[in-house]
């Protein structure tokens, strides 16, 4: 029996990981479920591609009987930067992903499709021809192009996710967690440097000795792809379940008295209800509290108090912990289990806000008070 190298037994381990992360991802039925789909038609393309690479190390008499299994690799090239787009598009601005409003973005690919499909309804003697002398209708310039496709949409994936940040303090009065997300797109762009360099080693390497520019680093970054979403769905699940953020608000038609009105009735609620008490507090969820609209909340909010939602939410916060620490039933509580007491859902931001607006850590207030 063949022994397989360390590379083909990576290739293998990211290959099932990645099959049955898929199907886990499918089965989530929270939030963003037509995000985790497309991740889930991502990952299995990505898995695919895995394990044409291992047949073709590993089995080659497999690959010699259907030679045309050396082009599955090729096939998915032009649905990476898309499914990759839309995965993020879904997954921050959770809109549902429609095929039919979606498909000029899939051109590419099906073009792409199109003519590998020659080689389908050639002969098996031409199409060996062709491999052999590297005479392949879509080379040189379909890799590149995919290439080339995919970096303009992780570009346009990024400032999505860099817009998301900056509306996710108007909306939410937590942290969450999206070092998951900035991870991918660091290790998105590693495979797809791989990609380039694998490529550009393959193109120049008739002229050129660099037989260390092969497309290994990109089956390795490849196989890590899949290490990294399964270790992320294990330990972290929320990161498939982000708050919904609307993307924008229409104008609020509130005039200057009502928004006297609302405030109070909001400082009211606020004192007497203490909503802030739920970590997971949202915009909508208190509009819908003291019956407004989260257009005219989050208009009063920056109007009002002059800062947004996430700020104004734990400043009630502090001061709810102010008042427990003093209190005798807390004084044998550590810090931290008062904060949450108050509210917060993480040290970090606790530790970050307190100190902002009371420029003390929360040790120098307690030991001071």
């Known amino acids: 029996m063949q022994k397989i190298n360390l590379l083909s037994a990576l290739i293998l381990f990211g290959t099932v990981q990645g099959v049955i992360l898929a199907i886990a991802l499918n089965n989530i039925k929270n939030r963003n479920r037509s995000a985790n789909r497309i991740l889930a038609v991502f990952i299995l393309l990505i898995s695919v591609v895995l394990l044409s690479r291992l047949v073709y190390v590993e089995g080659i008499s497999i690959v010699r009987q259907y030679p045309r299994l050396y082009l ?16 993020i598009r879904s997954l921050l601005h959770q809109d549902k992903f429609k095929l039919n409003k979606s498909w000029p973005h899939f051109i590419p690919a099906f073009v792409h499709i199109v003519i590998m499909s020659v080689y389908i309804f050639e002969s098996r003697e031409e199409y060996l021809r062709r491999l052999v002398q ?60 791989a990609w380039l360099i694998s490529s550009l080693g393959s193109t120049i390497r008739t002229s050129l000795d660099l037989e260390f520019i092969d497309y ?13 979403l399964a270790y992320f769905a294990i330990v972290q699940q929320d990161i498939f379940r982000l708050p919904i953020i609307k993307t924008k608000y229409e104008k609020s ?42 257009k005219d909340l989050s208009r009063l909010v920056n109007e009002r108090f002059g800062i947004n939602f996430f700020d104004l939410i734990n400043k009630y916060r502090i001061d709810e912990f102010k008042e427990l620490s003093k209190k005798e039933n807390y004084k044998n509580m550590t810090v931290l289990a008062v904060a949450f007491d108050a509210g917060f859902n993480s040290k970090t931001t606790f530790n970050t806000v307190f100190k902002r607006h009371t420029h003390l850590t929360p040790s120098e207030f307690v030991n001071n008070s």
Not at 171 to 183: I, M
């Open 72 to 87: 599955i690799p090729d096939i998915p090239m032009f649905l990476y930067g898309p499914l990759f787009y839309f995965y």
């Open 134 to 193: 590297n005479d392949l209708i879509e080379l040189p310039w379909s890799p590149f192009l995919a290439i080339f496709q995919s970096a303009v949409y992780i570009l346009y994936s990024y400032i999505i996710y860099k817009q998301y940040l900056k509306r996710i303090s108007e909306n939410v009065s937590y942290t969450h967690s999206l070092k998951y997300l900035h991870t991918i797109f660091i290790l998105i762009a590693m495979c797809w440097f």
């Open 216 to 228: 290994n680093i990109a089956w390795v970054a490849l196989s890590f792809t899949t290490f990294f």
């Open 253 to 294: 038609g509130l005039s200057s008295t009502q928004l006297d009105e609302l405030q109070e009735k909001l400082t009211k609620y606020m004192v007497s209800q203490k909503p802030y008490l739920n970590p997971k507090l949202t915009l909508g969820d208190l509009a819908k509290m003291i019956g407004t609209t989260q």
